[in-house]
């Protein structure tokens, strides 16, 4: 039991909160004691105030962190509006998730792919009504629990703009967003997360989004830039970063907001969300150190923008294994995440030509991957994870594979069609005039720099 | 009179301009610019991205003074500026016509 608790279906379970039974025990439960509404879950005070305090830490992770990471990596002429796509497509996702995003991910009933739509416009949530967490017994107030799956939804579909900015438009960003969020978000975190998913099901191991967020957002990413072609000018224009400051203060941002995203992943303020917190310390302190070192390696000097991307690579990797890791293998994951995602971006990229214009790709789905994959080894409890004697790491792996796999095919295919359907409703891409001059101007009407 | 036209590393305006200062030069003209002569660029790399910049920045001086004052500006600028190295830049002598005060209406020398 005590192992079971540990996978990591983010309370799959809302529908379960009635029957007080553990996450992976939902399918049999429903199916056997649809009435066993015996004693009605305790509410503590601590883990709530936690979980309120984590959802907002992701929304910084958005705005500014975000905002100012990508917008510090894209040229003068369009800061802002890389940080209005990000903001506006962020808000746009939560008034989304309320109205079908949360129904369909986290709704009663449904099936493998998506839950039921009882919950649309969250009928029935009340301030009484609980989620329930991976502790017996014991619940969160299910607007905590909407709200912090909210936060999600929003940072996935934020990170995909990572690789078609300067060159797509405002109005396409929105209506992917629309599209994406309800043919690939949600379904695919209700697979993962939701205790009747069809990964969940399988015992897939994904502690905060590694393969949700992480290698959907990646994927999608990169499949949106291939139909959006190369900004003008790629790769032989000079097109360096405005101000890696400003990326830099973005990083931070983040490694302090994926707190909230790992550690409040555990649902609860105890020893799950405490190792969750060490291995986001430590498998980023060395994806950071392990990038430039790979730079290094490579005839050039330790970067700025390396240790960056190191440390995101490092968070990215660290996600699916936080609360499924012990924190040395943490930091081997980390590591080899960092010096992969390096290859990637560094090396691959340029040789086979696509326009990932901020490696989201690069940084979210191949470390997402490896994230995914090497969760399936560091859970081993002789690595010092928290699986039990009788874990197979053979079984494990095959169960990753198979969740990323499926992941990545059903993002490439669903962001193809929204992409397209984008494309049809807005055009997609600015005219070649605006491109030039700035998405700043062009599309928004102001520059983010009046000296 | 002449006006003095130096492009100088960055880092040597002040010793510059004290060096002039010693000697009378009572105002100058000072640009930020970028060019490119014997001394070579630098090579950014940003995630694998490697762009040379063949531009170096430079600070441009413009002084105009009075006509026999100007091969000692030139020394005074060249003795401040060297360093040895290549990319210590250049300094051009070029004559002028005419100077107004536009505050006054004051001519040439007494414009200066």
Known sequence: ??????????????????????????????????????????VDKGDTAWMMTSTILVLMMIVPGLALFYGGLVRTKNMLSVMTQIGAIAAFAMLIWVMWGYTEAFGDGGNAIIAGFGKAFLAGVTPATTAATFTEGVAIPEYVFVCFQMT??????????????????????????????????????????????????????????????????????????????????YPTEYMAPHSLTMTGIGTGLLWVGWFGFNAGSALEANGSAALAMINTFVATASAG????????????????????????????????????????????LGAIAS??????????????????????????GIGGMIGALGTGVVYAPY??????????????????????????????????????????????????????EGLDLGEHGERAYNY | MKLIIAIIKPFKLDEVREALTE???????????????????????????????????????????????????????????????????????????????????ETDQTAL
């Open chain 1, 289 to 332: 150190l392990f990038w430039m070192l790979a730079e290094r390696v490579n005839g050039h000097k330790g970067s700025a923008l390396g240790f960056c991307s190191g440390i995101v690579a490092g968070l990215v990797a660290v996600t699916p294994a936080a609360g499924n890791s012990g924190p040395f293998g943490a930091i081997v």
């Open chain 2, 23 to 105: 000697i009378g030069v009572a105002g100058m003209t000072v640009t930020e610019v970028k060019g490119f002569g014997r001394q070579k660029g630098q090579t950014e790399i940003y995630r694998g991205a490697e762009y040379s910049t063949n531009m170096v920045p430079k600070i441009k001086i413009e002084i105009v003074c009075a006509s026999d004052l100007a091969d000692r500006v030139v020394e005074a600028i060249q003795a401040a500026a060297n360093t040895g190295a290549i990319g210590d830049g250049k300094i051009f002598v070029l004559d002028v016509g005419q100077a107004v005060r536009i505050r006054t209406g």
């Open chain 1, 152 to 233: 999600f939804a929003a940072i996935t579909v934020a990170l995909v703009l990572g690789s078609v900015v300067e060159r797509m438009k405002f109005s396409a960003a929105m209506v992917f967003a629309l599209i994406w969020l309800t043919i690939v978000y949600f379904p695919v975190a209700h697979m993962v997360w939701a205790g009747n998913g069809l990964f969940f099901a399988k015992g897939a191991l994904d502690f905060a989004g590694g393969t949700v967020v992480h290698i959907n957002a990646g994927v999608s990413a990169l499949v949106a830039a291939l139909i959006l072609g190369k900004r003008i000018g």
């Open chain 1, 383 to 436: 690595l010092g994870g928290p699986g039990g004697a009788d874990w197979s790491m053979g079984h494990q792996l095959w169960v990753q594979l198979q969740t990323a796999v499926t992941t990545i095919v059903w993002a490439a295919v669903g962001t193809a069609i929204a992409i397209y359907i984008a494309k049809l409703v807005t055009g997609l891409r600015v005219s070649p005039e605006v491109e030039r």
């Open chain 1, 339 to 364: 010096i992969i995602c390096y290859y990637a971006v560094s090396v691959v990229k340029p040789k086979l030509g696509y326009d990932d214009a901020l490696d989201a790709f690069g940084v979210h």
């Open chain 1, 1 to 42: 039991m005590k192992l079971l608790t540990k996978f990591s279906g983010t309370a799959a379970v809302l529908g379960m909160t009635l029957f007080a039974a553990l996450p992976a025990w939902a399918q049999d439960a429903a199916l056997q004691a649809p009435a066993a509404a015996a004693s009605a879950p305790t």
